[in-house]
């Protein structure tokens, strides 16, 4: 671990796709206040029982692999999302995990993150590439009823993609279930 980024705010998963067709629908995301992760994907307690996020391998609606098995966004993006398009509220991007800290470049995350949970454990995420964002959840930025032509919102997709929305991580190497709280501190590798 070298610097930290930060302490994890919101951990969140999605039970269902947040795409209605081709149209963005935040609504499905649930906030949970731990998490388990292991090399399949996310799992978030509910306060009842475990629920499967729909990018773990486990999913009901998942096929034959190639699944987003997590991701990671920062405060600070949310910031210069909220700069740019109005008011974004945290976790509307849909990432898993959410950390109070800066904005962050793929180049200052190229190395991975590594978690620190409260008591002492520690899982690293490897592989962080941006996630890129798509029509649909650009046009609910931007408040649009319908998903905007691609070729009409360019600039708009190409500053989300850079990490602004978030990062994709690799948890292939984990071997044992990890969990995770909200508190837990994020560090740079």
């Given at each position: ?77 949310y910031?210069r ?89 690799s948890?292939?190497?984990?071997d ?9 501190e994020?560090?740079?590798?």
């Amino acid at each position: 671990m070298t610097t930290s980024v930060g302490r994890i705010v919101r951990l969140q998963i999605h039970p269902e796709s947040l795409k209605r067709g081709d149209v963005y629908d935040p609504s499905p995301l649930l906030a949970v206040e731990r998490a388990s992760i292991d090399a399949s994907g996310m799992l978030g307690w509910d306060g009842t029982g475990w629920v499967v996020d729909i990018h773990h391998a486990a999913h009901p609606r998942v096929k034959g692999g190639g699944h987003k098995a997590l991701s990671i966004g920062f405060v600070g993006h949310y910031e210069r999302m909220a700069e740019r398009f109005g008011d974004v509220p945290i976790g509307v991007a849909g990432e898993n995990i959410i950390v109070d800290g800066p904005a962050v470049s793929a180049g200052e995350v190229a190395a991975g993150l590594v978690v620190r949970t409260q008591d002492g454990a520690v899982v690293e995420l490897r592989s962080p590439t941006p996630a890129l964002a798509c029509p649909g959840f650009t046009s609910h930025l931007l408040e649009s009823p319908i998903v905007l032509p691609r070729d009409g919102i360019t600039d708009h997709l190409a500053f989300l993609s850079t990490g602004t929305r978030g990062f994709i991580l690799s948890v292939d190497h984990i071997d044992r279930s990890v969990e995770m709280s909200v508190g837990d501190e994020v560090f740079t590798r």
